[in-house]
């Protein structure tokens, strides 16, 4: 297609070009591809189960390491609250308090959150805040019916001129509740990113956030920063970014044309997680840790929850100290039928690589290409749970369009639920993923890895949206830790349940993981 001046303007004021423009529309128009499951990941079958005394080698091998080694805690942190609080919203736009009791809106709607986020009121960590609020606003606030007193009590957490959460990053919202203080989840991260990612006593966290909220991420951190060093005896190299305007995608309409605003101009949209590629393409340490910033557990946790961290990081400083080796005698010119066969079974039963059946018929040289091209790459060790029917993606053995199979972290959005077969391999995945990833992007000469190169551009999401009322076809790059990963070595490796405590909801801060034991 043709682009006027102020398209080009546009489009060159982003950091996109007019080749990019028309790939997306390509792959908008072309369709979801789905990815082609061959079978779930499983114990034994590309998932690693590990036994104590193995944990206690690991952990070892990582203290071993640790002051020698440059680490940075990256942590995906510009989401809204505001899911958190969906049922709530519902709840004040639905209830008539004229016509109903609670009990019975309750039990008419079956909104089994509300009635579990009402009974447990006192243990949420707000509370104390919302209550001090509410009487600010409203002094005679214990003298009102039951009804309005719950009324007023959602209101106070949601509305604009009382607390406003649903505004705010999950981050910097009251998560734990201590004896003397409340602690926010951005906190929660500091602590445990120093249990096992700092490097003498040094600690990196990189948290990418949405820019309107970077004011009052570096208020907070300027709040607890003195106080998380003293008790944590470290100091702390706290650094932030944003998703860039250049991963922004375009939408079509339903006749696949660009969509326009009503000024004409180009609707360009946030591309999804996958757009921080970028961001983590950026750093530039020997160790990335990944995790989300709503899966954090209050401290007495903390220690179980860094133990793990550490063996993820022991398998992964072994399995690379040895791909590192096997590089350097490849590079060697040194190799006989021997040296070759134990790296086959290296890349075959460490970084579960298939092998390709060409492989025994082709040349030395072509041997020699093919192992330095497996073993030269990123390498990922991703925790996963049992599978507790939680949403989300999963372990699974992926073949291409080429016939390769490779381990891959699937959501279920990129399988075709009208496939049965595809359908029923999704069904029946024994583990899901937290996000709880360890990742080495250097190669055996210490350079970090372009991780833009070892993207499965294929792997996008494509999903219908209304935007002002018209339909629209909207595009997300490949999500992080799927398809923007799709060519790395990846080994999954069985982590108990207490390492995935996510907050989807509001209700989410009142198990176990997330209250102080009194």
């Not at 120093?194 to 907070?220: D, M, P, Q, V, W």
């Not at 390769?404 to 583990?431: C, F, G, R, Y």
Request: aromatic share 12%; with cysteine.
């Amino acid at each position: 297609m043709i682009f006027s001046e102020k398209d080009l303007s546009q489009i060159n004021k982003i950091g996109l070009t007019t080749d990019r423009i028309h790939a997306q529309m390509a792959l908008i128009k072309s369709g979801m591809a789905y990815s082609n499951l061959k079978k779930a990941a499983t114990i034994g079958n590309g998932i690693l189960k590990i036994e104590k005394e193995q944990e206690f080698h690991y952990i070892n091998l990582f203290e071993s390491k640790r002051n020698h080694l440059s680490m940075v805690k990256f942590v995906p942190a510009s989401g809204a609250a505001t899911r958190m609080f969906k049922f709530l919203f519902q709840f004040l736009n639905d209830y008539n308090i004229e016509e109903d009791s609670i009990d019975s809106y309750i039990e008419k709607t079956n909104n089994k959150g509300l009635s579990k986020f009402f009974d447990a009121l006192e243990k949420l960590p707000f509370f104390e805040e919302v209550v001090h609020k509410i009487h600010k606003i409203i002094p005679d606030y214990n003298e009102l019916s039951f009804e309005k007193r719950k009324v007023e009590f959602v209101k106070t957490i949601l509305e604009v001129d009382r607390l406003n959460y649903s505004f705010y990053p999950k981050g910097l919202l009251p998560f734990h509740k201590y004896e003397s203080y409340v602690a926010t989840a951005f906190e929660e991260h500091l602590y445990e990113g120093a249990l096992y990612g700092s490097s003498n006593n040094t600690a990196n966290l990189h948290f990418t956030i949405s820019e309107n909220h970077e004011r009052n991420f570096k208020k907070e951190l300027n709040h607890i920063e003195e106080e998380v060093e003293e008790c944590t005896e470290n100091t702390f190299n706290i650094s932030f970014s944003f998703q860039k305007k250049s991963t922004d995608t375009i939408a079509l309409t339903s006749n696949d044309e660009l969509f326009r605003d009503s000024e004409g101009s180009i609707l360009f949209r946030p591309s999804g997680h996958g757009a921080l590629l970028e961001n983590l393409n950026d750093l530039d340490y020997d160790i990335i840790f990944i995790k989300n910033i709503d899966n954090v557990v209050v401290k007495e946790y903390h220690e179980t929850i860094s133990n793990y961290k550490k063996i993820l990081t022991g398998i992964l400083l072994e399995v690379q100290e040895q791909t590192f080796k096997f590089l350097n005698q490849l590079d060697s010119d040194i190799l006989n039928d021997n040296d070759l066969e134990s790296i086959v079974q290296f890349v075959t039963n460490k970084l579960n690589v298939v092998v390709t059946q060409e492989f025994e018929c082709s040349s030395l040289d072509s041997k020699i290409f093919y192992l330095r091209d497996k073993l030269n790459r990123p390498i990922r060790v991703c925790g996963m749970v049992k599978n507790e029917g939680e949403p989300g993606g999963g372990p699974f053995w992926v073949q291409d369009k080429n016939g390769n199979m490779s381990l891959q972290i699937v959501e279920s959005a990129q399988v075709d639920s009208t496939n049965e077969s595809q359908a029923e391999i999704l069904k029946n995945a024994t583990h899901f993923n937290p996000v709880d990833l360890v990742c080495g992007i250097k190669n055996y000469k210490g350079e970090s890895f372009n991780l833009l190169q070892y993207v499965d551009h294929e792997a996008s999401f494509i999903t219908k949206k209304n935007h002002l009322g018209e339909d629209i076809k909207t595009l997300e790059l490949p999500g992080l830790w799927n398809g923007s990963m799709a060519y790395w070595n990846t080994i999954f490796v069985e982590v108990p349940l207490i390492t995935f405590n996510p907050v989807k909801t509001v209700n989410d801060l009142l198990r176990d993981s997330h209250q102080v034991s009194k």
